[in-house]
């Protein structure tokens, strides 16, 4: 069972949408905290949905230090 994290990177034409598999929800978190380009969401194994304003504030909170 694989998390997937969508990216869309809009400073190429046409935009370029794609995926990448990791082991866990919170590794999936982490890269998404990492990447230059815009998230679309995260999907976990169960078709849990990750939205990317929950990623942001997902994100903001372990650079704040309170995750």
């Not at 990492?34 to 994100?59: F, K, M, Q, R, Y």
Request: hydrophobic share 40%; proline share 6%.
């Amino acid at each position: 069972m694989q998390w997937k994290l969508f990216t869309r990177d809009a400073k190429v034409s046409p935009p370029v949408v794609g995926s990448q598999p990791f082991a866990s929800r919170e590794a999936a978190m982490n890269a998404a905290c990492n990447l230059l380009v815009s998230i679309e969401h995260i999907e976990g194994p169960n078709g849990e949905t990750i939205s990317s304003a929950e990623i942001d504030a997902w994100c903001k909170g372990r650079r704040a230090g309170s995750i």
